[in-house]
């Protein structure tokens, strides 16, 4: 009986580990098929992507690429300048914060902290009208000021909390003995905390990048000069500016999508272990 | 013993030895905490205060007490987007918990380690495309020259090609069909680190009581990743409830009619559009109580452990 049953599991096993398989490789399938998509239509003409819409065909057209990268790339300088600015700052300020918070305690500390981390709480969405009214009395609009600075002010906290409990971590031994050495405040951070704290600076770096990147309703209120015009803003213009969808000429539209994702697949190429880990920290914010 | 606890050090405490002057370390907190104030706490607290305001934009707000709120209350805009909301929620909700969690389980069952790494970027690696992007895809998907229309004429189904974007009927199901199969990267992540999690004695005990694969599902898996499903319900709450980018690029003013309009873009237009500030910060208002209230109750009724990131 006993063993009947194993065998039977045992058959069953096999085809459930097939239909398991199965199933991934369909979802998989299903969630690349309009990426796919997107890439192959980009290599093609107009009269190609009406004549063989779903196949990739002969020949090839980059020059598309040529054509979207003129138009889009100071979109790109701007997202990276200030995605580079924000996250700078963010590490900076979390780095300093955290570090005094869990080194050391001083009259106010939890105020500040809980104060700073009861920001995680409210998403800026909310605030979009108040926040731009507010932006707008500062003389902030139309710069890059109007973006990075509250990028950093609300992207510093998580990195607060991150940093502030693994620096809570370390062991006080290695601080202690810098301190012997006559390291200050300062040299203690750069020489003992810094470089331990390597891993997670690079879950906070990916985290800000992300959010800071694909950051769409900040920048599309906050800006309207093409100057200081950020990706996600741009994008939308840039399709507006080929003719929209009816008549568009699809392949620059295409290629200019796919332009849009190289900068954060230059990213998750370079540091993929690190990226899906950022991804799951991020989950904090809630 | 209440007292021991509360007479214990707390941790940093004690290395207090050599602490740098309390000047400098407030000199180094001064430019952070400015940040938070300046472009967190001021707009929150104007946000607030003018919820209960008359505001347009150039003149100053006049206090209207509680008539922003009055008004919603019988605004058939706003209950149209309240109706969608619910709607386009409870979509949302089933497939974006439902649809990661299926893959979580069929990536976790792979045996193969270095498979299970690949399967894993592969679900993530459409994050590279910023979301508008990806709004801007579907948008096409749905065109005239899009891949739904395609699809259906080259299945002979000429009566199924319509705007599925513009006609009333359809147009909210387009929008919360966006990003199908809904293989959300993040989220399969997050169930796949609490299955790994899981000690490996209980799943082996689960495998010897002679449990088939759903019932291991259900009755293992599923008590003990209770975690991430309460951190993956509250997320999803709050970016159902203040996501409204899809929306404004898809159909940018929630037509046709008001038939995709939800709470979030009617907030965005009468502050950008209609000129109505406080309207807005009202509506904004009670969809921040809204999102605390869930959040509150769903972690007093609903107990789990802390929530750890993991790889």
Known sequence: MQRLSREKSARAGRWSGLLWRSGLFAVLLLTFFPLFFMVMSSFKDTYQFYHSFWAPVWPVHPENYGVAFEDMKYYIFNSVLVTALSISGILVFSTVTGFLMARYSFPGREVIFYGMIAMLMIPGVLMLVPSFAWVQQLGLLDTYAVMVLPYIAGGQVLGLYLLRTFFGQIDNALFEAAQVDGAGVFRQLWHVGLPLAKPVLGVVAIVSALGVWNNFLWPLVTTSSEEVMVLTVGVLRYQARLGGLIGCRYGEMFAGYVISAIPLGILFTLSTRMFMKGITSGALKA | ?311
């Open chain 2, 1 to 311: 013993m209440c007292e021991n606890s509360k007479h214990a050090p707390r941790p940093g405490h004690h290395r207090n030895a050599a602490a740098p002057p309390l000047g400098l370390v407030y000199a180094l907190l001064l430019l952070p905490v400015a940040f938070v104030l300046t472009f967190n706490y001021i707009p929150a607290a104007s946000a607030i205060y003018h919820a209960f305001t008359a505001w347009d934009p150039g003149a100053p707000s006049r206090w209207v007490g509680l008539s922003n709120f009055i008004e919603l209350s019988s605004d058939p805009v706003f209950l149209k987007s309240l109706l969608n909301l619910l709607k386009l929620g409870t979509f949302v909700f089933i497939v974006n918990l439902s649809v990661p969690f299926a893959v979580a389980e069929m990536i976790f069952h792979l045996k193969s380690e270095r498979w299970s790494y690949l399967c894993r970027v592969a679900v993530v690696l459409p994050m590279i495309v910023p979301g508008v992007v990806v709004y801007m895809l579907w948008q096409y998907i749905y065109s005239d020259a899009g891949i739904v229309t395609e699809l259906l004429t080259a299945l002979g189904l000429h009566d199924w090609v319509y705007g599925w974007l513009s006609h009333p009927k359809t147009a909210l199901w387009a929008v919360a069909c966006v990003g199908f199969p809904f293989a959300n990267g993040f989220n399969v992540l997050i169930y796949y680190a609490g299955l790994t999690n899981i000690p490996a004695s209980v799943l082996e005990a689960a495998e010897l009581d002679g449990l088939g694969a759903l019932g291991r599902i259900y009755r293992v898996h599923v008590p003990l990743i209770l975690a991430q499903i309460k951190l993956l319900v509250v997320l999803t709450v709050i970016g159902v409830v203040n996501g409204f980018e899809s929306v404004y690029i898809l159909t940018k003013d929630g037509g046709p009619g008001y038939e995709t309009m939800v709470p979030g873009l009617y907030m965005y237009l009468n502050g950008f559009n209609y000129e109505r500030m406080g309207y807005a910060c009202a509506i904004g208002l009670l969809m921040l109580l809204f999102l605390l209230g869930f959040t509150v109750s769903l972690n007093r009724f609903v107990r789990t452990d802390e929530y750890q990131p993991e790889e």
